[in-house]
Structures are given as C-alpha cells and as structure tokens.
C-alpha cells in the first residue's frame, strides 16, 4: 500500500490559509509534519484555502501566498509537495474560496514553485466550471493529483451519471500525468467493493 497524499488533525477545509490569522499555527505545526511525510515517503501533503468569510479573491489570494511561502520553502528542500484543494462552493462547501481552477492556477504561478501544486477535484470542478478536459490539457502541469466522483450526487463514476470518465482519464493520461487518481466517491450500490473495482476499470485507460 502506498500513501498518495498526507494530512493531519490540524489542518482545517475552512480556516485555512486566507486567514492572517491562522498563519502562526500552521508555522508551528508544519515543519514536523513535512518532515514526518518526507521520511515515510509521502510525496504531498494537502492543504486548503478556507472559506472566504467577505474576503476577495485578490485579498484570499495575497493572504493564502504570504502563509504558504515559509512551508513550501521547506517543502522544496525536503522534495514534499503541498496540495491546495479546489472544492465546489455551491453545494457541498459553501463560501469556499479555492472554488476555481483559475484562481488557483493565479495562486500557483504568484508562488512560483515547483513543489506547489493543485488537487484538481473532478466532481467539484464539473459542478463549479464544467469544461474538465480542456482544463485538464491547459492546466495540468499545475495539478499534482486528482479525485473522482459521479456528478450529480458524488456516486458511481460509471454511466448513471454525467461525466464520461473513460475520456476524462485519457486526457489525463495523454498529458504525462505519473501521479495517482483517487477514487473519492460515495456507492450507492448494496456491492460497495463491486463498485470501486469497476471505477478502477474505468480508470485502467492509455493515452
């Protein structure tokens, strides 16, 4: 078994790194953290923007850089790359900040750093955006792992839903993509292990 991507108790989906507030803590606690991930090998560590709370998505912006920079210095020496998340904000997260492919691509290239990158959540972009191939051929050498799950409802990746997951993990795959697709969905099915054994056959694709 490998561990693709690490978190920890503190880190929190809703108050995260556009808070000025919360950057001491994560300062604090980070180090060991990143180095706990880099002596057991676990190449990233997630990280989230937290929710807006009035904020604007230039001020978001500005804070969430400022908090990171020290932690992705020290993740650059260590070879560890930290994760932001994109989630919806319109249904399951609401007030979200990271809640769009662009505005976390503006964040990657203001921090400018290899070992910054994205987690490209295909359930949630399809709900906030949409257009998840192109993205996907536009974006991707910013996206350092990727989630499924079926639209609507976060289920079965499989026919019962909209998106078509075949196409969508070839697009991946054509970019080069060496990293892991996380099965992140909710069966419905009475066979829950019938269901996560067809969603890596669905993955099971080549460019």
């Avoid at 606690?29 to 998505?57: C, H, T, W, Y």
Wanted: proline share 4%; with cysteine.
């Amino acid at each position: 078994m490998t561990c693709a991507i690490g978190n920890a108790p503190f880190i929190s989906l809703t108050d995260g790194f556009n808070e000025v507030n919360n950057h001491a803590k994560y300062h604090s606690m980070f180090p060991e953290l990143l180095q706990k991930a880099a002596d057991a090998g676990i190449p990233n560590i997630i990280v989230f923007s937290g929710n807006r709370r009035g904020k604007s998505d230039v001020e978001g912006m500005e804070n969430c850089a400022k908090g990171l920079e020290p932690i992705v210095k020290q993740a650059e020496k260590l070879g560890v790359n930290i994760v932001m998340e994109l989630l919806n904000s319109k249904v399951n997260h609401k007030d979200y900040q990271c809640d769009h492919s662009e505005w976390g691509v503006q964040l990657l290239e203001k921090m400018g750093s290899p070992n910054m990158k994205l987690l490209y959540d295909i359930y949630h972009m399809q709900i906030m955006e949409g257009d998840v191939i192109a993205t996907i051929k536009k974006h991707n050498k910013y996206f350092g792992h990727y989630h499924t799950a079926g639209v609507p409802g976060r289920h079965e990746i499989d026919e019962s839903q909209e998106l078509n997951y075949p196409a969508i993990m070839k697009a991946i795959a054509a970019t080069g993509y060496k990293g892991f697709v996380a099965q992140e969905f909710i069966p419905v099915a009475q066979d829950k292990l019938g269901s996560l054994r067809k969603a890596v056959e669905i993955c099971d694709v080549t460019a």
